[in-house]
């Protein structure tokens, strides 16, 4: 494309137009992650609303943890059929419209949420936002792939997916701003005010209607072969690229989403229990649940952040494969320290970071790695596919969770819950020792160009 290779090249080799195109990806995947992740900070107070549930009571307490995992579960399920269907659908028709369509769609299907009279239609609007969800990130991480110079591909993904920690982030922001300050005293109503924040994307994706093009590299490719199908990546010339990038997909996903689901309310749980013991009101627990929830946050984003950003230099010096070893048993050493041993609660807050440090981080790589392993008519097919077909899996992890928590009777809801989501998450760290026995299928990608 004329306007993606003309201009100087600036900073990393890259010209004016390429940094659009990797910041408008950017901002969709940032965006992705917040609209994702909205119902967590707000469960505490959506869940015991629309169930006829006194806010803040161990029942309430006990049924947040279990809708949690249910919504995870449903979240992750139809992130991964729209991220296998769209993966496919970009292929088709390209990653720019791809990328709009998703964005609107996640926007619309989360704004949504904010008028649910029950569960049920809540459950609905969730699906529908995960599909536009599941289905961004191919395309977003196919069109950088393909634009940016060779040289900076590693650079480029790592610096798309540091929007996911400033994402979650924002999810937090938004939550305390109008959970904690301007709605503070309606609990019951201010959980929908911070989904209607979900149609912010909605104005991002005109940015990309007007000022991002279709990569030239994909336009040559879908002129010269046939649409690509799911099934092509089964044949015996893809089937090695599938189980490298699957194998490893998976088990960061497992990871990140079983220690991430469920951190605003084990940090919820913690401040709650703490202010009893300290016999706090109701207003001064309210500040502490806060608090609390914002700190956990805060060192597990800035951890992920931190772990992204050092993917380049690894990735790059050493390769792909050298990487995710570091990655997974940095995450195995993590988890178990994190959450094994005895800490005080703000300890264990604390130690959030080295979390996010190695099961963030992790998936910074798939930015770019998943790209370089599929040629042009199957890239965001099989990137797509890669990315969310492991989330079937993780959505089972998330029910587990959710099952024993509502195991649990309501009057010992307050601490034995909780207690067992944190053993739960402690022992998650073996599914880092099983991702190093996945190694040997790992392809290495370091110095290979991608494949037209």
Avoid at 143 to 159: D, F, N, Q
Avoid at 178 to 186: E, F
Avoid at 291 to 312: D, H, M, P, S, V
Avoid at 360 to 367: D, E, K, N, Q, V
Wanted: proline share 5%; hydrophobic share 50%.
């Amino acid at each position: 494309m004329a306007t993606a290779a003309s201009g100087r090249s600036g900073f990393l080799d890259m010209n004016g137009y390429q940094w659009t195109v990797l910041f408008a990806a950017w901002l969709g995947w940032g965006f992705d992650v917040f609209d994702g992740l909205l119902f967590n900070y707000v469960a505490p107070n959506c869940v015991p609303t629309l169930l006829g549930l006194k806010i803040g009571s161990p029942e309430a307490r006990s049924a947040t943890f279990q809708w949690i995992g249910y919504l995870t579960a449903v979240l992750l399920v139809f992130w991964a059929v729209g991220g296998i269907v769209f993966g496919r659908v970009c292929d088709r028709i390209g990653r720019t419209r791809t990328l709009l369509l998703t964005m609107a769609l996640y926007a619309l299907g989360t704004a949504a949420c904010a008028f649910a009279p029950n569960m049920a239609v809540l459950v609905i609007c969730r699906i529908v936002a995960a599909l536009g969800i599941g289905g961004e990130w191919a395309a977003g991480a196919a069109m950088v792939a393909e634009v940016v110079p060779e040289k900076r591909r590693v650079e480029a993904g790592a610096l798309l997916y540091t929007s996911a920690p400033l994402g979650l982030f924002l999810a937090q922001f938004v939550d305390q701003t109008i959970s904690g300050v301007v709605l503070k005293g309606s609990p019951e109503t201010s959980w929908r005010a911070v989904f209607l924040c979900g149609l912010i994307p909605a104005a991002v994706a005109l940015l990309v209607r007007m000022w991002v093009k279709e990569p030239e590299r994909w336009k040559s490719a879908v002129d010269e072969s046939e649409h690509p199908r799911v099934a092509e990546l089964f044949k015996p010339e893809y089937l090695p690229l599938l189980r490298s990038g699957l194998s490893m997909a998976v088990v960061a996903l497992l990871l990140w989403w079983t220690n991430n689901a469920f951190m605003p309310s084990v940090a919820s749980g913690f401040a709650t229990l703490e202010a009893s013991r300290l016999g706090l009101d109701k207003a001064q627990t309210t500040a502490m649940v806060t608090a609390w929830r914002t700190e956990a946050a805060t060192y597990f984003n800035l951890g992920g952040l931190i772990g992204t950003l050092l993917t380049i230099p690894i990735a790059k010096r050493f390769g792909r494969k050298p990487m995710y070893a570091v990655y997974l048993a940095f995450s195995a050493v993590a988890i178990f320290l994190t959450f094994i041993p005895e800490w005080p609660p703000e300890t264990r807050l604390k130690l959030y970071g080295l979390v996010g440090l190695s099961v963030f981080g992790m998936f910074g790589s798939f930015t770019y790695y998943l790209p370089e392993l599929f040629p042009t008519r199957l890239r965001a097919t099989g990137a797509g596919f890669c990315y969310n077909a492991g989330r079937i899996v993780t959505a089972g992890m998330a029910i587990f969770v959710s099952i024993m928590a509502s195991q649990v009777k309501a009057g010992e809801a307050g601490t034995r819950a909780l207690t067992q989501i944190v053993q739960i998450l402690g022992w998650s760290g073996a599914v880092a020792i099983l991702g190093l026995l996945f190694l040997p299928m790992v392809i290495e990608t370091k110095h290979k160009a991608l494949a037209d």
